[in-house]
T-cell receptor
Framework: DARVTQTPRHKVTEMGQEVTMRCQPI?????VFWYRQTMMQGLELLAY????????DSGMPKDRFSAEMPDATLATLKIQPSEPRDSAVYFC??????????FGPGTRLLVL | KQEVTQIPAALSVPEGENLVLNCSFT??????LQWFRQDPGKGLTSLLL?????REQTSGRLNASLDKSSGRSTLYIAASQPGDSATYLC???????????FGEGTQLTVNP
């Protein structure tokens, strides 16, 4: 049963620290999405990649967030420096396009 | 900018009841609309996808309708069960195919 995996599942850190979240997409999927979910803003698209190339990262605060796909089996989302307002659940999803998105379980981030 | 609204925000019903969840969107230039389910602490699972040219889609006890001209979609759940308890989100994909906008979800509780 293929599924998207995300690590870590939970992260507690102090303001100013670097946070790296990892995602392993489903083998064969060429599109990877990063979302953030909060009570206030709901689910927001941060960035997405197709064939490892970034297509849209307009949803990310450029000064502190970065997203990469070093290879087809790994996507990373990095926050440096982290701030309390970054506390949220971060989801990775993979698919063959917008219509078929399989979501990972999420990384629950708390920045103190 | 596309805005997606879901009403009600929360719903509690007794087991066996038929129910309707509502989703409205401001820009009718959509490519498709999806309904997702999210269980507590989990990622999203796609339930139904309706293309802009379609009026409805059915899967088991679920039926989703789309009225693009009025900017509305409904998710009908027949004979609800406690296992249906979850948050249901709708999302629209814009015609350009470059952005998926989510509603804030309806939290459904089905009481035994």
């Amino acid at each position: 049963d293929a599924r998207v995996t995300q690590t870590p599942r939970h992260k507690v850190t102090e303001m100013g620290q670097e946070v790296t979240m990892r995602c392993q997409p489903i083998l064969g999927h060429n599109t990877v999405f990063w979302y953030r979910q909060t009570m206030m803003q709901g689910l927001e698209l941060l960035a997405y990649f197709r064939n490892r190339a970034p297509l849209d990262d307009s949803g990310m605060p450029k000064d502190r967030f970065s997203a990469e796909m070093p290879d087809a089996t790994l996507a990373t989302l990095k926050i440096q420096p982290s701030e309390p307002r970054d506390s949220a659940v971060y989801f990775c999803a993979s698919g063959l396009g917008w219509e078929t998105q399989y979501f990972g379980p999420g990384t629950r981030l708390l920045v103190l | 900018k596309q805005e997606v609204t879901q009403i009600p925000a929360a719903l509690s019903v007794p087991e066996g009841e038929n129910l309707v969840l509502n989703c409205s969107f401001t820009d009718s230039a959509i490519y498709n609309l999806q309904w997702f389910r999210q269980d507590p602490g989990k990622g999203l699972t796609s339930l139904l996808l309706i293309q802009s040219s379609q009026r409805e889609q059915t899967s088991g006890r679920l039926n989703a309708s789309l009225d693009k001209s009025s900017g509305r979609s409904t998710l009908y759940i027949a004979a609800s069960q406690p296992g249906d308890s979850a948050t249901y989100l709708c999302a629209v994909l814009e015609t350009s195919g470059s952005r998926l906008t989510f509603g804030e979800g309806t939290q459904l509780t089905v009481n035994p």
